[in-house]
């Protein structure tokens, strides 16, 4: 049985800001299923603390580099048995506001220091430098946040194998050289081959340099990533290690995103109750203030309103649409750059029978939105593998997406051809132009016309299966590898 620590800066449904909760969340108990000891790390942040089942203290920690006197708390994951530490520090953690920022957007002014801590004490647990009598023999770390955690195990001559995934290359944790000092974090680890990154200390490095072995969550992705255009000044890196560079595909978990047995839904369905799907859309349509009406097709969204996501593309086709008088509505869930909240709310007060728009976070309407709208849109300028688009396809409701990372892995484009041979699972076009937006969403439209060729698609989308199983089985067999090659 495989020990392995997983240190993550969020996990569903202790706390969530976006996908990387949702793996966090989903992938331990999918590892633990496979008889893999997994554990998982976390910060104590309040509403961890106020989610998490009767935490209790089981070890004392003293970490000279940052000052800081933490408790290591254990719980469970809620509605698994996968055994969480929380990192209770309260002046790094414990604040109103999300993990990353303030309430009005700003990272918080010490999150250097605070991801820090959180990486030094998973790089303590990970060398069996605490009195805790469990090591693991790997360290998975995720994103920035934890990144350092393989520089600072490389360090140590006996050591557990480090594996880094990149869930998003655009968040790197970059901070000043200054911060490298006084982090106190060991000189070996600045130089250009290290942390350093154009005199700037970078977070990301850590992982990117130091870990055994990277991954990414979409194969696409880990192609994209090493070259300049979606490289974020770090291809060169990632080329350098692209025999240590894989791609593993997120999955899909059954027990929250299942249109069967969601009970955020007015009526459940399946493949063989596929109609039933259309009193979620009348609900919806009824609870978003747009006129309930089966015929006309409803375009869903739900995401973080940042560049990454295409949301300005939406905003211009969405003009577009309404100035061609095509039939659709439009309902929207999310937060994020204020420019495109105030022009989303703009097109909601101008276009109300068309445009209905929440701005915010609703994990419940996000449900609703997935099992009432007909099409999703996932226009992304990148998308390492996104999740929402896997969601749709299991809830039948037919994505439109930029064929890049993870959306080109995981829709098939509803071609003459593929049509026909029944493979076709949404819509895809190339180019991040309002334009191709229009002409795809144009393609979606007329095909919506034809109910039964519609029906046909969603269906083909819900049969596909992205289980975490299946993502499970290749973590482990390279968990096994890297195990295999220490001893
Ligand atoms: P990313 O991680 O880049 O934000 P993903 O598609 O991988 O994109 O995952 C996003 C996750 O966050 C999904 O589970 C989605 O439903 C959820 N989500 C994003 N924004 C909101 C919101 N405003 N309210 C509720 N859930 C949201
Ligand atoms: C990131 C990516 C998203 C991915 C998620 C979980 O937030 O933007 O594409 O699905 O992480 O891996």
């Given at each position: 049985?495989?020990?392995?620590?997983?240190?993550?800066?969020?996990?569903?449904?202790?706390?969530?800001?976006?996908?990387?909760?949702?793996?966090?969340?989903?992938?331990?108990?999918?590892?633990?299923?496979?008889?893999?000891?997994?554990?998982?790390?976390?910060?104590?942040?309040?509403?961890?603390?106020?989610?998490?089942?009767?935490?209790?203290?089981?070890?004392?920690?003293?970490?000279?580099?940052?000052?800081?006197?933490v408790?290591?708390?254990?719980?469970?994951?809620?509605?698994?048995?996968?055994?969480?530490?929380?990192?209770?520090?309260?002046?790094?953690?414990?604040?109103?506001?999300?993990?990353?920022?303030?309430?009005?957007?700003?990272?918080?002014?010490?999150?250097?220091?605070?991801?820090?801590?959180?990486?030094?004490?998973?790089?303590?647990?990970?060398?069996?430098?605490?009195?805790?009598?469990?090591?693991?023999e790997?360290?998975?770390?995720?994103?920035?946040?934890?990144?350092?955690?393989?520089?600072?195990?490389?360090?140590?001559?006996?050591?557990?194998?480090?594996?880094?995934?990149?869930?998003?290359?655009?968040?790197?944790?970059?901070?000043?050289?200054?911060?490298?000092?006084?982090?106190?974090?060991?000189?070996?680890?600045?130089?250009?081959?290290?942390?350093?990154?154009?005199?700037?200390?970078?977070?990301?490095?850590?992982?990117?340099?130091?870990a055994?072995?990277?991954?990414?969550?979409?194969?696409?992705y880990?192609?994209?990533?090493?070259?300049?255009?979606?490289?974020?000044?770090?291809?060169?890196?990632?080329?350098?290690r692209?025999?240590?560079?894989?791609?593993?595909?997120?999955?899909?978990?059954?027990?929250?995103?299942?249109?069967?047995?969601?009970?955020?839904?007015?009526a459940?369905?399946?493949?063989?109750?596929?109609?039933?799907?259309?009193?979620?859309?009348?609900?919806?349509?009824?609870?978003?203030?747009?006129?309930?009406?089966?015929?006309?097709?409803?375009?869903?969204?739900?995401?973080?309103?940042?560049?990454?996501?295409?949301?300005?593309?939406?905003?211009?086709?969405?003009?577009?649409?309404?100035?061609?008088?095509?039939?659709?509505?439009?309902?929207?869930?999310?937060a994020?750059?204020?420019?495109?909240?105030?022009?989303?709310?703009?097109?909601?007060?101008?276009?109300?029978?068309?445009?209905?728009?929440m701005?915010?976070?609703?994990?419940?309407h996000?449900?609703?939105?997935?099992?009432?709208?007909?099409?999703?849109?996932m226009?992304?300028?990148?998308?390492?593998?996104?999740?929402?688009?896997?969601y749709?396809l299991?809830?039948?409701t037919?994505?439109?997406?930029?064929?890049?990372?993870?959306?080109?892995?995981?829709?098939?484009?509803?071609s003459?051809?593929?049509?026909?041979?029944?493979?076709?699972?949404?819509?895809?076009?190339?180019?991040?132009?309002?334009?191709?937006?229009?002409?795809?969403?144009?393609?979606?439209?007329d095909?919506?016309?034809?109910?039964?060729?519609?029906?046909?698609?969603?269906?083909?989308?819900?049969?596909?299966?992205?289980?975490?199983?299946?993502?499970?089985?290749?973590?482990?067999?390279?968990?096994?590898?890297?195990?295999?090659?220490?001893?």
């Amino acid at each position: 049985m495989h020990k392995i620590l997983f240190p993550v800066s969020e996990a569903y449904p202790l706390i969530k800001t976006g996908g990387l909760a949702d793996v966090a969340g989903s992938l331990p108990p999918a590892l633990k299923a496979q008889h893999c000891d997994v554990r998982l790390l976390l910060p104590a942040y309040q509403q961890v603390l106020d989610r998490a089942e009767s935490p209790k203290k089981i070890l004392e920690i003293y970490v000279p580099e940052s000052n800081a006197h933490v408790r290591l708390l254990e719980t469970v994951l809620p509605g698994t048995d996968v055994t969480t530490w929380l990192v209770d520090h309260p002046e790094s953690f414990q604040r109103p506001g999300n993990p990353y920022h303030d309430d009005n957007g700003r990272d918080w002014p010490d999150n250097a220091s605070r991801f820090a801590l959180l990486s030094r004490v998973a790089a303590m647990l990970g060398l069996g430098s605490t009195n805790l009598s469990w090591q693991p023999e790997v360290v998975h770390c995720h994103d920035w946040q934890t990144a350092l955690v393989p520089a600072l195990i490389s360090l140590a001559s006996r050591r557990p194998a480090t594996v880094f995934t990149i869930h998003n290359l655009a968040y790197q944790g970059t901070f000043s050289a200054e911060t490298f000092e006084t982090l106190h974090l060991p000189g070996k680890l600045w130089s250009p081959e290290g942390l350093e990154f154009y005199g700037y200390l970078s977070f990301i490095k850590g992982g990117l340099a130091y870990a055994d072995h990277i991954t990414t969550v979409s194969p696409t992705y880990a192609k994209e990533i090493q070259t300049p255009e979606f490289g974020n000044g770090l291809d060169g890196l990632l080329r350098h290690r692209s025999t240590q560079l894989t791609g593993i595909l997120n999955g899909v978990d059954d027990s929250v995103w299942n249109p069967a047995t969601d009970d955020n839904l007015v009526a459940n369905y399946d493949a063989s109750r596929f109609p039933e799907k259309q009193k979620n859309k009348l609900a919806l349509q009824r609870e978003v203030n747009l006129p309930a009406n089966p015929d006309v097709p409803l375009l869903g969204l739900v995401g973080r309103l940042v560049s990454q996501k295409g949301i300005d593309l939406v905003i211009g086709a969405l003009r577009q649409l309404v100035q061609m008088q095509l039939p659709f509505q439009f309902v929207s869930l999310g937060a994020g750059a204020q420019e495109y909240e105030h022009a989303l709310a703009e097109l909601m007060l101008k276009y109300p029978q068309h445009i209905s728009v929440m701005i915010g976070y609703d994990e419940a309407h996000a449900h609703r939105i997935e099992a009432g709208a007909d099409m999703f849109l996932m226009p992304s300028r990148f998308e390492p593998c996104g999740l929402n688009q896997l969601y749709s396809l299991r809830y039948g409701t037919v994505p439109v997406v930029r064929g890049v990372g993870g959306l080109a892995d995981t829709v098939i484009d509803a071609s003459t051809a593929s049509l026909a041979d029944k493979s076709a699972t949404g819509f895809v076009f190339a180019e991040a132009t309002v334009s191709a937006l229009v002409e795809t969403l144009k393609r979606a439209l007329d095909l919506y016309q034809d109910q039964a060729a519609w029906q046909r698609l969603a269906l083909a989308g819900m049969a596909k299966n992205y289980s975490w199983r299946t993502s499970a089985e290749q973590y482990l067999h390279l968990y096994g590898t890297l195990i295999g090659t220490r001893t």
